[in-house]
């Protein structure tokens, strides 16, 4: 597998080797062509001089072998370090020169292409020996001497000045080579950079792959510290790992919150279930007294199943909160509080409560799922006759506000301490104290309210103050 480090450095590298490739290629090539244009437009202007100078002694002179004029043209091509040759309109040589000494080229013409493109097309530049006259090849330039003679222009000859082209090639090889170490070092520079970049990236990943590695193997403290103060992606990131960190300790400490709560629930009634029966079968328990025990084995029993129960609605509701429940009907909230007062009549009679219902006479529409808000009624009511001092009273009230429909449903009774109030609404959460106390319970209810009214995207808060508990929830008014 290759690393992110051995990624990065390959596409920088790359990138890199590429980028230094096509702009060598274009630099190199425009530094060429400037440095030909340079030497090209130096050569003409100083053929132009010797080509101007010549054309006036041939019409004052008709001679170009005195001192002046050798001496003119040896230092405009020692001056320029050019090769010049003066030649008649036919391409023989009548001058040459290197600034230093006098050449004579007895026999010798230029070649009549050059001779040709001068005369006929005004000028002459590229590389060329002339035919053999040079040794090698050389950059040469060419223009026409042209005279003016009794009004009329007539050609004279030609003058051609001429460099070492290898002086070119140094130039160009020159400029070549402090582009390439250039290069080289901008290359090297860059691999050091992207080699501690990737380092500096790769690091926290490879800190959070073994984090996470080890939350296989069921280490939930592990934590990626030290990023915090990079103010970047990685910073972003190991927050919202050690976030989601919290979160799985959060859901193993639930879990096994859970298997000991599951534990403790089934254990208490299947112990007093299979005892009974034993007691019955054996003959330990007197026939007379068969029915009591067997009523105690029937609560029992009863109470399994609404462990199963309510194990089995808060299965569907885990489902269901994957796919988050929309307002899909409209229906009369004020009904379906009254239908579950109706339900709950025994229980409240039983524990000699008093109900103080404060709701509007006319029907209250509301928007949500109608049986899933009359599970959170039925759940809050009976919550509140479980937990309400005897011959107090129970009170629910609706009222409207700000396009909502407000529910309470108040008790008198034990006030939850305050640290106890946010872990109401959490899993199996049951207070030590109220274990004994809610045998019928097993700390399930409130959650499924808190889940119903998230997936409808309501809200429902808690209040616990001087023994007055009091539940609120809203639905959106239709």
Known sequence: MRSLYKRQLTMMVSIM????????????????????SEKRDSLERNAGYIAGFTA????????????????????IALISDSFVIVADGN?????????SNIYTYRNAALPQNVVTQVIQGGGYAGLTNLGGIYSSQRYTAGLPVNASI???????????VSVDASNLAEMWSATATIFFFSAVVVLLISVVASTLTSAYQARPLNEMAEAARKFGQGDFDVRVTGYEGRCDEISTLAEAFNSMADSLAKVESQRSEFIANISHELKTPMTTISGFAEGILDGTIPPEREKEYLQIVVSETRRLSRLVRKMLDLSRLNALAEHSITAQETFDLTEVVSQVLISLESKITDRKLDVDV??????????GDPDSVTQVCYNLLDNAAKFAAPDSTITIQITKKDGKAYTS???LGATIPPDELPLLFDRFHKADSSRSMDRDGVGLGLYIVKTILNNLKETITVTSEDGVTQFTFTLTLA
């Open 17 to 36: 080797i590429l980028s230094f490739t096509l702009l060598s290629a274009a630099f190199m090539l425009l530094s060429y062509r400037y440095l030909i």
């Open 56 to 75: 006036v002694y041939y019409q004052e002179f008709r001679d170009i072998q005195d001192d002046l004029y050798s001496s003119y043209v040896a230092n």
């Open 91 to 99: 391409g023989e040589i009548l001058y040459a020169t290197d600034g």
């Open 150 to 160: 009794l009004g009329q222009t007539v050609n004279e000859g030609l003058v051609l």
């Open 358 to 367: 404060q709701m509007p006479q006319e029907k209250l529409m509301v928007w």
């Open 409 to 411: 449903v108040r008790n």
